[in-house]
């Protein structure tokens, strides 16, 4: 895909419930405007946000053309929780913007076993409560960031 369509990164935020199927005609639009062709991507952008069941059949037809479909909450938390940190680590947000949609991504998930995360959001609990260690926190973030993007 291109990088308004980022075909992986789109899934994920949709299997987390972080990305309402309402938005997908408009995400369809902007691929279709950078120049990226295709039937499925075409009858999507032109669904209207209330056509619920067109947009999920439609875009489950474009998961499928590429490839994906199949991505479970977990996997969609791996990839996310990449992506962000390498928005972490490229300073498009902050450490603690990241790790509370790190954190919120993990509550959508609801899977209470997995624990994989959980550097980030103990950082940002913690930053909240602890101001004055504000720095140390966003340190340790940028860190974690650094191993999801190296390791993971």
């Given amino acids: ?3 308004t369509f980022d075909l992986l ?4 935020m949709w299997v987390l419930g972080m990305l309402p199927s309402a938005e997908l005609p408009k995400l369809a639009r902007s691929a279709l405007t950078d120049g990226f062709e295709s039937e499925v ?3 999507l952008a032109i669904c209207s946000p209330n056509e619920t069941e067109q947009i999920q059949k ?3 037809q474009i998961l499928k053309n590429g490839g994906g479909g199949a ?6 938390l791996r990839h996310y929780a990449k ?3 390498s928005s972490i680590l490229s300073d498009k947000i902050s450490p603690l913007d990241g790790a509370n949609l790190i954190w919120r ?3 959508n998930a609801q899977d209470r076993e997995f624990h994989e995360l959980d550097s980030f959001i103990y950082a940002a609990s913690e930053m909240e409560e602890r101001p004055d260690d504000k720095q140390f926190f966003d340190n340790a973030i940028r860190e974690e960031a650094q191993r999801w993007v190296k390791e993971i």
């Fill in 9 to 12: 990164q789109i899934e994920a």
């Fill in 105 to 107: 991504a993990t509550i």
């Fill in 41 to 43: 991507i075409l009858q």
């Fill in 1 to 3: 895909m291109n990088k």
């Fill in 58 to 60: 439609f875009f489950k």
């Fill in 71 to 76: 991505m479970s909450k977990i996997e969609a």
């Fill in 83 to 85: 992506q962000i940190s």
